[in-house]
């Protein structure tokens, strides 16, 4: 199934490269890159491991201190979404786990409104989930798939209010999961060491991702209306926020390689925060930068009207 191209990456193809000539992209360093149909219409990407630059030059425009040039690894094949998660995946996902799906309407309505102030056409990118839950949808996604619960990244019994404990393997498991940190930033860069995959004008911003300047006061738009990046990667950039496997750490000073692997400290809990990557439709232009970090404060229990997720695993 990995050999197979999806016909819409090969429709992405065909379109950045008749807006090549327009618009020239950045070179980008080759690695091999296919898909395949996965769950619940999840388009999944397969990228190969490799070595990048994560981080940002101390000369990139927006540029944080926290976003430290630095080497890294990733030692495996993954998939990663060509879209963020949408309402009607969720939507499927809800019917399929009730007692949850009671819960989560009533903790949304309670925060967000009812009806919530969100996206709510079934192609706009889901809000309003935190952590947890996007833990819950992985577990269902890799029940869907046949996957054996031995194979399953996150455990059964998910208690956003006690936290959990990974297993020590999990990068080693198939199951669905959220990307980590390099993983998203190495699938947003696309083979590119510019500020954006498209390179480092900002002035084109707006033809491939949502922020504030373009989204004109609209919550999150429906998935992929904008141009994706050159792996066929829609909205890595913009719409919503995506929350990323890690808890937040500090880059590496050094100059060594450093490997994308299981972090030792395996507990999540509800003081120590996680990552979230891109950006979104209400944040300025330096945040969907692809070494933009966000807040430091990003607990795994908190839900924002920005925020969703894009799934996904360690090929076997």
């Not at 992209?25 to 690695?31: G, I, K, S």
Request: hydrophobic share 35%; charged share 25%; aromatic share 12%.
């Amino acid at each position: 199934m990995g050999q197979m191209i999806h016909r819409s990456l090969l429709g992405a193809g065909v379109l950045l490269a008749s807006l090549g000539s327009l618009f020239p992209l950045p070179t980008a360093q080759e690695t091999k890159v296919s898909s395949y149909q996965g769950p619940n219409d999840h388009i999944m990407v397969v990228i190969s491991g490799g070595t990048f630059m994560m981080g940002s030059p101390p000369d990139e425009p927006g540029r944080s201190d926290d976003e430290v040039s630095h080497r890294v690894k990733i030692p495996r094949t993954y998939a990663i979404a060509t879209n963020e998660l949408t309402n009607q995946q969720f939507e499927r996902f809800l019917a399929d786990s009730p007692e949850f799906a009671r819960r989560w309407r009533a903790a949304t309505a309670a925060r967000f409104g009812d009806p919530p102030r969100l996206a709510v056409t079934p192609q706009s990118p889901q809000a309003a989930v935190n952590w947890y839950d996007a833990a819950r949808y992985c577990n269902w996604l890799s029940a869907q798939d046949n996957i054996p619960r031995s194979e399953w990244v996150y455990p059964e019994d998910i208690d956003s209010d006690r936290g959990m404990e990974l297993p020590k393997d999990y990068l080693h498991r198939t199951g669905y999961r959220l990307p980590t940190e390099a993983e998203w930033e190495y699938a947003a860069r696309a083979g590119t060491t510019s500020a954006y995959s498209f390179g480092d004008d900002k002035e084109l911003l707006p033809r491939y991702a949502w922020y504030d300047e373009n989204s004109k006061d609209v919550r999150a738009h429906p998935v992929a209306q904008l141009l994706p990046n050159q792996w066929g990667l829609y909205d890595m950039l913009g719409n919503v926020w995506e929350w990323t496997l890690d808890r937040r750490q500090p880059y590496p000073q050094d100059s060594s390689v450093t490997e994308d692997d299981e972090d030792k400290d395996v507990r999540v809990s509800n003081e120590v925060a996680r990552t979230r990557r891109g950006g979104s439709f209400s944040y300025e232009w330096f945040t969907v930068r692809s070494a933009h970090r966000g807040a430091t404060t990003y607990f795994p229990n908190q839900t924002r009207d920005s925020v969703g997720f894009r799934v996904a695993r360690t090929m076997p």
